[in-house]
């Protein structure tokens, strides 16, 4: 198997999406964030227990610093939820390009932003329901336990400085190269790690929008940024692009814009 771990955080998901391709080619560790192991487990190699904290973006730094000295070259992080349509679209894709560049770079797909710190500084939320159908079944708790320091873009300073990151992803969805992590000393993520400890924390929301700032610079990373139609608070256009790089084309583009 090349060197490459798929990484899942799951819940209450049954993991099926595992038994179907490209996803039954590799290899995985889960970390069950549930009191029950009712999941489909082809091809899972470890199964590490957690308590229910922090989302996804807790079970990825638990990764990155329980094994900081021994990651894989490709590490791909993945939601149990991957089976709405979505999410699964973005994976397929991401494992796709992986793939055909013969496993030597990591692929991160984000959407542009032409500075999150500007676009997300003023960024909080204190309410927050799950989009997966089994897990709000599960815990149906809304509840947004807020960030030490907010909003978003006072965060962000605190952790990176004005990095100047432009793209972002949404979902839990992507993959970095273990080159593009261990540039950083470990402690950088034990401190963003320790931020997270609680249930459903805004400081992971805030997490989401940075992986790019997390990782920076990504040179053993290729990074492909999608541009898609973003809307200002007034509903009107403001921006309509579809990709950055020409490295890539797509197969399919849908655009959904407000009216």
Request: with cysteine.
């Amino acid at each position: 198997m090349k060197n490459i771990k798929i990484v899942v955080s799951r819940y209450n998901e049954d993991l099926h999406w595992l038994d179907e391709s490209p996803f039954n080619e590799y290899e995985y560790i889960v970390y069950n964030k549930s009191d029950n192991d009712n999941f489909c487990k082809t091809n899972v190699t470890s199964i590490i227990h957690l308590p229910n904290i922090g989302k996804c973006d807790h079970t990825y730094l638990y990764h990155i610093v329980h094994n900081f000295e021994n990651l894989n070259e490709i590490l791909v992080f993945l939601p149990g939820s991957l089976d709405i349509s979505y999410k699964k679209a973005k994976a397929v894709e991401m494992l796709e390009r992986i793939k055909i560049n013969n496993y030597e770079n990591a692929i991160f797909i984000g959407e542009y932003s032409n500075n999150i710190l500007k676009e997300f500084y003023n960024f909080t939320i204190d309410s927050h329901r799950t989009t997966y159908v089994n897990n709000f079944e599960k815990e149906n708790s809304c509840h947004v336990s807020p960030a030490n320091i907010r909003p978003f873009g006072k965060w962000y300073l605190h952790n990176f400085g004005n990095i100047s990151i432009n793209y972002y992803t949404f979902w839990g969805i992507f993959s970095v190269h273990k080159n593009d992590i261990i540039q950083h000393p470990k402690y950088r993520y034990e401190k963003l790690l320790s931020q997270l400890q609680v249930f459903s924390p805004e400081a992971g929301h805030f997490t989401e929008r940075s992986w790019g700032a997390i990782f920076y610079p990504m040179k053993s990373t290729k990074v492909l940024i999608r541009n898609i139609p973003r809307f200002n608070q007034y509903g009107n256009k403001k921006r309509l692009k579809f990709f950055k790089e020409k490295m890539y084309k797509p197969r399919r583009v849908m655009v959904f814009v407000k009216k």
